[in-house]
């Protein structure tokens, strides 16, 4: 009977505390985001207006997640859900719509913030021609979008806040601009044969891709195989084949395959970048922003020494 009755006192308080949505933060939007880059965004966009809980944490893949007890309960409240697409959530079958289908969570509320962005295609393995490369943020230029897409969905939840949105979305296209520039100036300052970027995972296919860089990589990406043998023998082919000022590791990825593709080539391992995530608060690069900055400036102090 005691165990009965304090249940249902906890359940009460529980209530009280928790209705849902805005009531209980200030009028606040309620903003969901699966991974930080795009939490960091709509933070910056959303400024006092929303209050974003994110899903994949730092040092947790974005591609495959399991989500935890109070993710569903976030995902079944927001006012707005914001993700990637591109499949790096993996897609219509992957973790992502798994939950929001979980909770009957309105598709009218759910956003994808590359809309509009051109997909690109893993490429290498037979039968996988097909796949999607979910990496287009590493690209300013697909930051761009992915901000405007934030902007026009912020200003369709909360219309009332328009003026505050725009002004907010404006300040950051400035500044994303102006990456896209350093990112030009940057390149354009490194000897045309070594414009080679070698990573671990192709994350950085869309960046290449803009700017002219030639990529290298060991594995098409982190939900395959991961450094077998066989991919690892190919890139060290790759890195005799060209010349290649250094090479890279991602902040989230296991560095041995490429240890060994260093020690089998004599090229250094000369930079990290960040690929999935942002860096940790006080870290370099814990910002979208400051990921974007601290990427061009490893990649032209490695290849343009
Ligand atoms: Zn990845």
């Not at 308080?13 to 309620?30: E, F, H, L, R, V």
């Not at 985001?33 to 959303?46: A, K, P, S």
């Not at 798994?98 to 290498?124: A, C, H, W």
């Not at 350093?182 to 994350?203: C, F, G, M, W």
Request: charged share 30%; net charge negative.
């Amino acid at each position: 009977m005691i165990v009965v009755f304090l249940g249902t006192i906890f359940i009460l308080a529980a209530c009280g505390t928790n209705s849902s949505g805005k009531d209980n933060s200030d009028g606040k939007i309620q903003v969901v985001t699966t991974f930080t880059i795009l939490e960091d965004m709509v933070n910056e966009i959303g400024g006092d207006q929303v209050e974003v809980y994110n899903l994949v944490p730092i040092g947790t893949d974005p591609h495959e997640y399991e989500p935890l007890p109070e993710d569903i309960k976030k995902a079944s409240d927001a006012d707005a859900l914001f993700y990637n697409g591109l499949n790096l959530e993996g897609g219509k079958h992957g973790w992502f719509f798994k939950l929001t289908d979980s909770v009957e969570q309105d598709e009218n509320r759910i956003f994808k913030l590359t809309d509009g962005v051109e997909p690109m295609y893993l490429t290498g393995e037979k039968g996988k021609e097909e796949e999607i490369n979910p990496h287009a943020f590493a690209n300013p230029n697909v930051g761009i979008k992915m901000t405007e897409n934030a902007r026009d969905a912020l200003i369709k939840v909360d219309p009332e806040h328009k003026a505050e949105y725009e002004k907010n979305a404006d300040a950051y296209l400035d500044k994303l601009k102006e990456i896209d520039q350093e990112y030009q100036d940057k390149i354009a300052d490194i000897p045309e044969e070594d414009r080679v970027l070698v990573t671990s995972e192709r994350a950085f296919q869309y960046l290449a891709d803009q700017y002219g860089l030639k990529e290298g990589y060991i594995w098409a990406i982190d939900t395959e195989e991961n450094g077998t043998p066989e991919q690892i023998k190919s890139l060290i082919h790759f890195v005799k084949g060209n010349d290649v000022p250094g090479l890279f590791v991602e902040s989230n990825v296991d560095t041995r395959p490429m240890e060994t593709v260093s020690k089998e080539t004599g090229v250094e391992i000369a930079g990290t970048l960040y690929s999935d995530e942002i860096g940790k608060p006080g870290e370099e690069g814990d910002t979208y922003l400051s990921y974007l900055e601290y990427n061009i400036n490893e990649i032209h102090d490695v290849l343009a020494k």
